[in-house]
């Protein structure tokens, strides 16, 4: 049973997008490896692992939003107030545990989303609108409520220190050394965990039925405010996880952080073909298009270029993707005569 | 009198947003009193409504479609680095003589590069038919980078004093740019309600699909009204860039929630086909005397955020409550005739 399974899983057939996005990433990394040959390494492997891990797992929440057809641009204060304020908390206890910090930061993470939850069901609204709304409340009141001290590597709690700088092997050479995240397995875990709600479970299904029509998927029995309350809680917890990570990998703490840049990690999914009219999506588009996001975030230097290009190149790829997969939509709309306002 | 009522009557949303506005402006009056309203207060304060306003005019827009643009602050950013540039005296040097020809050239060059980015916007919407959250994300995202990339994310600084002056001059009591702001409005509200153009942009925003059936250009449409943005969006940068008397990519980010707040709060439904011009106005009036009193009362931009943030979504909770009636009822669909008739039969 299970060797069926990982054998269908492996052999599905990828998307357009999937393939589309292998081969541009292809050519960057030929390009940039007949650039500079120190790019080719396992260093430069596991430092984007340890870069593009926190965006990755933002990136898999956003996915379930997107599928469920919604746009959600509160993850990122979600992840800055789950993580400030479990600190905060842990500190004024004075337990220094990591699994009370993560856990802390992973249930407010889900009680806020089950607020945005709550808002986009009962009040019908667009979810853009509604989360663009509540992530300015939330890190609002947050800075208001706790305040906004950063806090640098003293102050850090130690056992977010040990977790940040934890390394599950390390390859030694002459004169350096560098090792492979802790945060790699976790994101692992979580794109494994993401999988099987998404595929393997009838809340998932749900998810994929709601997005892509929500009127027939409530008149076919599915509970909609209880899959908005799974999509909004779920994202809320990995965005909660996602802040210890960040904070941890930082050794810094800085609530000001990371707000800001949550169109980014969208834009990343969006790139994988997930399509913002609900339904549609898959982790690996999800991993290939954060990958590909990261590359040109952490890489170009390599090419010689400033991180002044960094937005300049996605946003270039960005737009042409968009126009590549719904140009392609519109004509298989007007042969099969379909007419919609997307 | 009774005209007045009928006025009123005829359009809910601007009763309602005409007493909140005057209530919230007399309130304020009588809390603060001169503090806010002495001439030079209501100057600075149309003075900063200006450079916001033309943003939020092209969000408007941009609903009226069904359509939303994220990439209005972005396109703006851009506009105005293009446009100090130009007047930076870096490519073309500034002498007293040529100062003149210099502004105008910046001038056009904001206003092109404006138009440019539009009609990228209203192409990928109109012809490649991306949704316009996802296009204007995608350009919002290409037009910072072309910003960072062409300034290393460094502020460009102008070497032309007496553009300056555009921000700081005055028609009367009322300051330039305020003037500006209040001719676009006009002009924009004249084309909306009076021209053919007009109708065509609240019919499609009503029913797109309808509207290419009638044998209406529903792409030339799109693409007409992302390039009036566009032209918005360069106004906007001509102010900040007179006003601030230099430019930076990332100048106002926090533009781009206020702008759909406003937006929003006006009455306009983002599903398109609904919002009036006037009541952006007001709209706009009432969220800068708001800001205004938030920072005479020396909130911190937090505090100024949760209030945003709050209102925006008290406002759309409310519009739906007052639009479907009854809570619910726009979501689900009016029951078939079979469904109606089982319905009937079942009460007897």
């Not at chain 2, 004093?161 to 700081?168: E, Q, R």
Request: proline share 3%; aromatic share 10%.
């Amino acid at each position: 049973m299970m060797r069926n399974v990982t054998t269908r899983v492996l052999n599905r057939k990828m998307t357009p997008m999937e393939k589309f996005l292998l081969a541009i990433m292809a050519i960057y990394i030929v390009i940039v490896a007949s650039q500079s040959p120190k790019f080719f390494s396992l260093e430069t492997a596991f430092d984007l692992a340890r870069n593009g891990s926190g965006a990755m797992i933002l990136a898999l929440g956003c996915l379930i939003v997107l599928i469920s057809g919604g746009l959600d641009v509160s993850f990122t204060a979600i992840a800055i107030v789950g993580g400030y304020s479990s600190v905060l908390l842990s500190r004024a206890l004075g337990v220094d545990n990591l699994l009370f910090i993560v856990a802390g930061a992973v249930i407010i993470g889900a009680l806020l989303g089950s607020i945005n939850a709550v808002i986009i069901h009962f009040f019908q609204l667009s979810t853009l609108i509604a989360t663009l709304g509540t992530a300015s409340v939330f890190h609002g009141a947050m800075v208001i409520l706790l305040g906004s001290k950063t806090f640098t590597r003293a102050d850090v709690p130690q056992s977010m220190l040990d977790f940040g700088a934890f390394s599950i092997f390390t390859i030694k050479e002459e004169n350096s050394q560098y090792g492979l995240t802790i945060f790699f397995p976790i994101v692992i875990a979580v794109g494994v965990l993401t999988w099987f709600l998404l595929y393997r479970t009838m809340i998932g299904r749900s998810v994929f039925a709601v997005g892509s029509d929500p009127e027939s998927a409530s008149r076919i029995g599915i509970n909609i405010l209880r899959t908005r309350l799974f999509v909004y809680m779920y994202v809320g917890a990995l965005s909660g996880l996602m802040g210890i990570i960040y904070f941890s990998g930082l050794a810094y703490i800085n609530p000001a952080a990371l707000v800001g840049t949550e169109l980014g990690v969208i834009a990343a999914v969006v790139i994988g073909g997930a399509k913002l009219t609900g339904g549609e999506g898959t982790i690996l588009g999800t991993v290939l298009g954060v990958v590909l996001w990261q590359l040109f975030q952490n890489t170009l230097v390599h090419l010689g270029l400033s991180s002044s290009f960094n937005d300049l190149f996605f946003g270039a790829v960005l737009v042409f993707m968009l126009g590549f997969i719904y140009l392609r939509q519109r004509q298989a709309n007007k042969r099969a005569l379909v007419f919609t306002s997307n | 009198m009774n005209k007045v009522f009928k006025f009123l009557g005829r359009d809910r949303d601007l009763s309602i947003l005409g007493f909140v506005t005057t209530a919230v402006i007399v309130v304020l009056y009588l809390m603060l009193g001169s503090r806010l309203f002495s001439i030079g207060g209501l100057q600075s304060m149309s003075i900063q409504v200006s450079e916001f306003g033309f943003l939020a005019l092209a969000m408007g827009l941009a609903m009226l479609v069904a359509g939303i643009d994220l990439s209005v602050v972005a396109a703006a950013g851009l506009s105005g680095v293009m446009a100090a540039l130009t007047m930076s005296g870096e490519f073309i040097p500034i002498t007293p003589e040529n100062e003149t020809q210099i502004i105008i050239l910046g001038v056009v060059v904001a206003l092109t590069t404006g138009l440019l980015t539009g009609l990228l916007n209203g192409f990928i919407i109109a012809k490649l038919s991306v949704p316009p959250i996802l296009a204007t994300l995608g350009t919002m995202i290409l037009y910072t980078g072309i910003g960072t990339a062409i300034t290393s994310g460094s502020s460009i600084s102008l070497k032309v004093p007496s553009f300056a002056k555009l921000a700081t001059s005055t028609v009367g009591p009322l300051p330039m740019v305020f003037v500006m702001l209040l001719a676009t409005f006009i002009i924009v509200s004249l084309i909306l309600t009076r021209t053919r153009f007009g109708r065509k942009v609240y019919l499609f925003g009503e029913n797109e699909v309808a509207v290419r059936f009638s044998g209406i250009k529903s792409e030339r449409v799109i693409l007409m009204t992302y390039a009036i943005i566009g032209i918005l969006v360069g106004l906007a940068a001509i102010v900040i860039i007179a006003r601030a008397n230099s430019m930076r990519v990332g100048f106002g980010e926090s533009y781009l929630l206020q702008a759909i707040l406003v937006v929003v709060l006006a009455g306009f439904n983002p599903l398109g086909g609904k919002g009036r011009v006037l009541n952006l106005g007001i709209a706009l009036v009432l969220l800068q005397v708001i800001s205004t009193s938030m920072t005479a009362f020396a909130f911190s931009p937090y505090a100024k955020n949760i209030v945003w943030g709050g209102i925006l979504i008290a406002v759309m909770g409310m519009n739906h409550y007052l639009r479907a009636g009854a809570p619910r009822a726009r979501r689900q669909e009016p029951p078939s005739e079979t469904v109606a008739i089982a319905l009937e039969q079942s009460r007897r």
